[in-house]
């Protein structure tokens, strides 16, 4: 059983409209949660990171959230545009020496005009 | 421009023939690793290294080498490739940060398919 578990494991939304993205994780220690998007075909880019501490961080269009007592996340992604149709990918990082980190399988987002 | 360039980006090669991804980065990162994504799984960590000389397995190792004689390369071996190997690779490096929250910047990935 994966540490990190993403849902849906796909949606189709249309243009303009709001979504909402899960990640569930056991990883412990833990370090700290980064979203990130890739695009069909290249490598996975970020788009935030949580820490312990923190609650709520926003990029542009692009809102996490972090409930580090559940081991929750969520990303918001706020009047969808065309571009943000990928894949996104939560990483939980181990507090160790090593900083190993384990992916989720992903969310794959389509946004329709 | 910061960038971390794997080679060949695609490659079709046969069932035991020795073949070498290329992984190179200009952000003098301590912290490089390999992944494989398949279908369905998500990215797995193949290895990974922390600096110089010093290299590390990381979920599925198996089938693969790696070496780290200089910062700034990290080149992934296939020493009998087979065709379960056939995969999209990804080569990345890590920023430092302090606990590990370093990001991850990743290369534009290597589709390798083994017949």
């Known amino acids: 059983k994966n540490q990190v578990e993403q849902s849906p494991q796909s949606l189709i939304i249309l243009e303009g409209k709001n979504c909402t993205l899960q990640c569930n994780y056991t990883v412990s220690p833990f370090s700290n949660l980064r979203w990130y998007k890739q695009d069909t075909g290249r490598g996975p880019v970020s788009l935030t990171i949580?820490?312990?501490?923190?609650n709520t961080k926003s990029n542009g269009r692009y809102t996490a959230t972090l409930d580090a007592d559940t081991k929750q996340s969520s990303l918001h992604i706020t009047a969808s545009q065309l571009s943000d149709s990928a894949s996104y990918i939560c990483v939980v990082t181990f507090n160790t020496n090593a900083g190993k980190s384990t992916f989720g399988d992903g969310t794959t987002l389509t946004v329709k005009p | 421009e910061a960038q971390v360039t794997q080679n060949p980006r695609y490659l079709i090669t046969v069932t035991g023939k020795k073949l070498t991804v290329t992984c190179s980065q200009n952000?003098?990162?301590?912290?490089m690793s390999w992944y494989r994504q398949d279908p369905g799984l998500g990215l797995r960590q193949i290895y990974y290294s922390m600096n110089v000389e010093v290299t590390d397995k990381g979920d599925v190792p198996e089938g693969y080498k790696v070496s780290r004689k200089e910062k700034r390369n990290f080149p992934l071996i296939l020493e009998s490739p087979s065709p379960n190997q056939t995969s999209l690779y990804f080569c990345?490096?890590?920023?430092?940060?302090?606990?590990?929250?370093?990001?991850?910047?990743f290369g534009e990935g290597s589709r390798l398919t083994v017949l």
């Open positions: 990345a490096s890590r920023s430092p940060g302090t606990v590990n929250t370093g990001e991850l910047f």
């Open positions: 952000m003098n990162h301590e912290y």
């Open positions: 949580m820490t312990f501490s923190e």
